[in-house]
Structure formats: C-alpha cells, structure tokens
Nanobody, 124 residues
Framework: QVQLVESGGGLVQAGGSLRLSCTAS????????VAWFRQTPGKEREFVAA????????YYTDSVKGRFTISRDNAKITVYLQMNSLKPEDTAVYYC?????????????????WGQGIQVTVSS
C-alpha cells in the first residue's frame, strides 16, 4: 500500500515558477512509476508528466515540454514537478499517481495510487 501527499501548489503570476512535491509512504516507492496529472472543472484528468523507476525515463505531454521537469529522489521517497514559465492554461488541480506495472503511462486507469490533489493557479 502506498499513500501519496502533494505539496507546493499555490498562486503564481504568468511566467513564474512552482515546484510540486509528491511524497510517499512505503519503502517500495522507488520501484513505482510516478506521474503527474491535472484536471480542470468539467474536463477529464490530463496526463502531464511521468518518470519510471527503471532508468528514470521521463515523459511529458507536448504542452509542457521544455517548461516542466519531473525528477525523483528515492532516498526521500519524493517525486518533484518543477514548473517554469507557467501559463494561465496550466491552472488546474494537480494529482500525483503511482503504480508498479503500467502498460500506458498516459491513462489514469493504469494508476492504483493517487494523492488528494493540489491547486495550481496561474494569473495573467
């Protein structure tokens, strides 16, 4: 069983930066693929970024490439999402998700464990 807790959200002006953290309980977290998703009212949860435990390969949705960076510190059982050059359209509730075996990192249904979500608001 893994429990995930997000932190680091808040309000920022366009062009600014935030760093989200996803801290896990459970010693096996280093073996999990971890992703960030985001959701706005009335829309489906959208894939943002993911990092695997094998080789720490990273994946990003096109709209955040070059602006967001996902990384992990297994010693601290934490995954980070560094968000730079933020835009108003990045405003959403951001969720951390994790699972061991994933066939498609883009699909929310592939992840068994989820955080409670954290609000990110980018003002124009």
């Amino acid at each position: 069983q893994v429990q995930l807790v997000e932190s680091g959200g808040g309000l920022v002006q366009a062009g600014g930066s935030l760093r989200l953290s996803c801290t896990a309980s459970g010693s096996a977290f280093s073996r999990y693929t971890v992703a960030w998703f985001r959701q706005t009212p009335g829309k489906e949860r959208e894939f943002v970024a993911a990092i695997t435990w094998i080789g720490s390969d990273t994946y990003y949705t096109d709209s955040v490439k070059g602006r967001f960076t996902i990384s992990r510190d297994n010693a601290k059982i934490t995954v980070y999402l560094q968000m730079n050059s933020l835009k108003p359209e990045d405003t959403a509730v951001y969720y951390c998700a994790a699972n061991k075996a994933i066939s498609s990192i883009l699909k929310p249904s592939q992840y068994d464990y989820w955080g409670q979500g954290i609000q990110v608001t980018v003002s124009s």
